[in-house]
């Protein structure tokens, strides 16, 4: 957080940047532990509306960290009744917050609007770090909007940044991975492989098991886009071993198709069965269907044309062009394969169309 904002207390201001650092650097645990002591100095806080809105909006990103959306939304609400007291920083602070809510619920073009407003103020901040965390946001929202361009250049920028701060090697592993992502989107596999790994060198295994476990993911899936499950099933299975990152339910799912591509009924089953039911749980209607459409594809297959139509339709009114891209074509190769043209080319079209 820039400094300019801590006026007061000087024990409370340690406090706060520590808190800060610790979200930062994706630091779970501590961030908790630091967030319910700073909640029982409210009063203290609540004496000078600049650091009280500081505690609010660093509210807001831990409650981001720890997925609980709500409670982050709630403390953006409470920090927008005292913008009669904002300062350009604060106002970077408060956009980048909201934009930071609407990722993590996927609502990315909604998001970059948030995080345009944010970089308005971005020249009040003298953090360089917040700086290139700003541009690692930018540059992961593009990436969710496949804009391939924009996200590399972003990265770039915050790779170029944090590698001037070895304190922050956290964050330049983080952008290290999206650059893996974009090299995979490019179709550079070679340098993605080494971009990921260099990215899996700069984590520590022990207090960044989450970064771990999404690098680690993200190679198994390297491997899969490369049609190599053998290769991927080793670094997904070693991602699934810690549940709580993100893509998770993507682990199970690339590791079930992996299993069955490999001929291993059994351990796909398992994957499949978890993830399936992980993503009922999770009221995940995308995954749920995904998991569906992977179980008649390799199982059921008697299913397979009925289930598949209707999923592509699903992903079709929730928008999620990337699935109807995906599945489109695939079903249309299957349909051309199984003389179906009329249906093929239907499938083809939507395919070119999302």
């Not at 319910?36 to 660093?58: A, C, F, S, W």
């Not at 609407?102 to 971005?122: D, M, W």
């Not at 239907?346 to 169309?353: E, F």
Request: negative net charge; glycine residues 4%; hydrophobic residues 40%.
């Amino acid at each position: 957080m820039d400094r300019s904002l801590f006026v007061l207390d000087r024990d409370l201001t340690a406090s706060m940047e520590d808190w800060y650092r610790s979200i930062r650097l994706g630091k779970r645990q501590e961030a908790s532990d630091m967030y319910h002591e700073l909640t029982g100095r409210i009063e203290e806080l609540k004496q000078e509306d600049t650091l009280y809105i500081v505690y609010l909006l660093l509210s807001c990103r831990f409650h981001v960290l720890v997925s609980d959306l709500e409670k982050s939304k709630a403390y953006h609400s409470e920090a927008s009744g005292y913008m009669h007291a904002f300062v350009p920083a604060l106002y970077y602070y408060h956009h980048l917050a909201e934009g930071m809510q609407l990722s993590a619920e996927k609502e990315y073009i909604c998001a970059l609007a948030a995080f345009e407003k944010a970089e308005e103020y971005l020249s009040s901040i003298d953090d360089e770090v917040e700086h290139g965390d700003f541009h690692f946001r930018k540059a992961m929202t593009y990436h969710h909007l496949d804009i391939t361009s924009l996200a590399v250049f972003h990265t770039e920028y915050a790779v170029k940044i944090f590698e001037k701060y070895p304190a922050y090697r956290y964050l330049l592993a983080r952008s290290e991975l999206m650059r893996g992502l974009n090299f995979i989107e490019q179709k550079e596999f070679t340098q993605a492989e080494h971009t990921l790994n260099d990215a899996l060198s700069h984590t520590d295994f022990e207090h960044e098991g989450h970064l771990a476990a999404l690098i680690q993911h993200n190679i198994g899936y390297l491997y899969t886009v490369q049609q190599m499950p053998l290769v991927a099933i080793p670094y997904l299975t070693a991602a699934r071993k810690y549940r709580t990152y993100n893509a998770y339910l993507q682990t199970l799912f690339l590791l079930a198709d992996s299993y069955w591509k490999t001929g291993q009924q059994d351990l796909a089953m398992d994957a499949y069965q978890e993830g399936f039911q992980l993503s009922i749980d999770e009221k995940d209607d995308i995954f749920k269907w995904e998991f569906a459409m992977l179980h008649k594809k390799y199982v059921d297959r008697a299913n397979f044309e009925t289930v598949w139509i209707e999923g592509i339709e699903l992903f079709r009114k929730k928008g999620d062009h990337y699935n109807v891209r995906t599945y489109a074509n695939e079903l249309a190769a299957y349909f051309t394969e199984t003389g179906q043209d009329d249906l093929a080319i239907y499938y083809y079209k939507l395919s070119l169309q999302s």
